[in-house]
């Protein structure tokens, strides 16, 4: 006890600055305590450190994550007002098509679109998708868009065209930041007018200048205006782009050719030329500059021909072998049409039986694609148009959802009188007994319906495999698909042989 008074009266003696040592003083501590003292002496030393007055670190705030900054929007469906649309329309709207869940995901972004926040180390370049038909803007993350919603491969030709074409693009947008006065602005507006004005005086075909006016529309938007396109970099850059895109050469030619089509009619409107900054001069030069590059496609383009048409009969079966087949399914569904048209309830294999035979029937007659066969409608069924060659009567229907039809417009399904009176009977008698039909389901008779229905009144997906179950059973044993019998429908038919599938 004496001990730490005596400790106590040391440290407040050092604290006020009154204490000397000194070395003939009286011990604080016994020789048999030493050991102990040491170790609280340095327990002491330990807690006065401790206690002593530190500047704490600053602590940095963690920038709130994208989840935090989220938008909430309107569903339009249900009107609520959600922060998680797409898992809103997944989970209470039952949305699970990809497709059409980013078409209303689209649809809202447009009522209010993206905003991003200040925060976050690096802003990323937004692109627009530049795929045809696409609705997708301001992507942050365009490869992953391109992966997973249009299934392109990593380093694929038509992967390394996108991401170049939204790169031009994003440039030529960023790059145009004066604002056009309104003379300039009109000018911009009404030049394509007057060219496609022009393009119907020399034509007939409208479906011609549509297509003009869809290939020059590309080009301007990728060289980011009219200005910049009439520049040797800019025409250069977009023959590479479609190159490496894996476009045609014959392709490639028909944008050139459109293009030298917009300097012919620069060349008369010189005004409207000259308004854009350029003279008649560099119209000139572009031209000679496009018909260089048509020269060099034109070699590109027969090799290229040649090698289609190799493929083309390496996929093609043989006629005799497919007006067999189409004469089998002729024989197995005359009865079964008979006994639909007497309202009798035919089994789901009988039903999709004669839903197959339409089907080959539309391949042979048309040679579309499968994708024109899966998305025809009741509605373009119902809308169907007549006409008549010689004594025979068609019917005609448009499709308008396909592959090309950005740049082709609706494609056409033609039946003659026969095969169309034998789809009535399937769409008023045998739609309805589709398997899987059930109250869940949506109307099979709404006009965006598909008029050919698999399972459970869902579009067909795979057209294909339905073809070649149907071969495989009645004992071929090539394998084909939709497109071995376009192709050998489409080749009889352009060798005048349209007569012996009639027969």
Known sequence: MEGDVAATSMFQSIMAGNYESDAESAPLFSEDEDLESAEEEEVEEDEE???????????????????DNRQRRTCNLCGKYVKYLAHHLKRQHKIVDVKRRHAVLYQARKIKPITHSSQGKTKRRRKDCPVEGCAALSLARLENHLLSTHRMKRGSPSYVSALTEAKMRHTATTAATAPKTSAEQDADDSILAIFKEHLLLLTESERTVNSVMQQVGRMVAMAGGELELFTSKQLRDFVRVMRDGGSAPKTIMKYLDSFRKLADFLQIEEEEALVRGVTANQVRKMERLAAQLIKVQRPLAKKHEALQKSQIREKMVDFQDLTRFRGMMRKDAAPLLARLEEGETLEWGSVRAVRNYLILEVLINGAPRSGVVANLTMGQFNGAKFTRRGKELFFVMKVEEHKTAGSHGP?????????????????????????????????????????????????????????????????????????????????????????????
């Not at 071929?476 to 027969?503: D, E, L, P, W």
Request: glycine share 8%; aromatic share 12%; with cysteine.
């Open 411 to 503: 494609t056409r399904i033609v039946f003659p009188e026969t095969i169309f009176r034998k789809a009535e009977t399937y769409a008023k008698h045998g739609r309805k007994q589709t398997a899987g039909l059930e109250s869940g389901h949506p109307d099979i008779t709404q006009h965006d319906s598909p008029f050919f229905l698999g399972y459970g009144g869902k579009k067909i997906t795979h057209v294909a495999q339905e073809v070649y179950r149907t071969w495989e059973k009645k004992g071929f044993g090539k394998r084909i698909t939709s497109t071995h019998v376009r192709y050998t429908a489409a080749t009889k038919v352009c060798s005048n042989f349209y007569i012996s599938f009639q027969s």
């Open 49 to 67: 450190e401790v206690l002593l007055p530190i500047r704490s670190p600053v602590k940095k705030q963690k920038p709130k994550s994208c989840k």
